[in-house]
């Protein structure tokens, strides 16, 4: 229910209100606005993590498969000698992109060493299946970050959708009926004033008029 703002009834808070209305009205547009596109910016931001979920989530049950079978053939010393130097290390840029003046981070990395071999040891002590885990993991590093990268961003939309989703409500609910509801009231008042003063002006007058019908 529209609450009464506490304001003198005057024409010049009467005309103070009616430009906060509309500024309030305008600014309530602006922020549908932003929140639909954030939703839709959102779903689509969605959609994409659930498929990069769903593939990087599959190759790297096969790479644990793969190790798996590695550590069926190899002991656990002879598999933490063979990875134990990596010829590659990972070096992540983050920064940043600006969706809806929402900014949601990019994530770019580099490979740093040998950038021709992955493998860090010799082929003759080590079984297939240790070169396929690991190519298996090469392969979904770059879906890894992008997964990241993805569900960091879906986070930070859905958290501003609900700043905006709140601020729309309470222009919505609360601060455009106030505004309206107390504009109204206002006008009723001042409105009833003019007629109280019409109906003073025209007691005077025909007092007036009395006076001088007697003389």
Known sequence: MAQLIKVNPTRMELSKLKKRLKTAQRGHKLLKDKRDELVKQFLELVRKNRELRTEVEMKLKLSHEAFAGVSAVMSPQALEEALIFPKQSVVLEPSEKNIMSVDVPVFNYKMQGSHSDIFSYGFAFTSSELDDAVQGLSDVLSQLVELAETE????????????????????????????????????????????????????????????????
Do not use: C, F, W
Request: hydrophobic share 40%.
């Open 152 to 215: 960091k961003s879906v986070m930070l939309l859905a958290s501003e959708i609900e700043k905006t989703r709140r601020r729309v409500n309470a222009l919505e609910h609360v601060l455009i009926p106030n505004l309206q509801y107390t504009i109204k009231n206002i006008i009723m008042k001042l409105d009833e004033n003019e007629r109280g003063n019409t109906t003073r002006l025209m007691k005077v007058k025909d007092m007036v008029l009395n006076q001088n019908s007697r003389y």
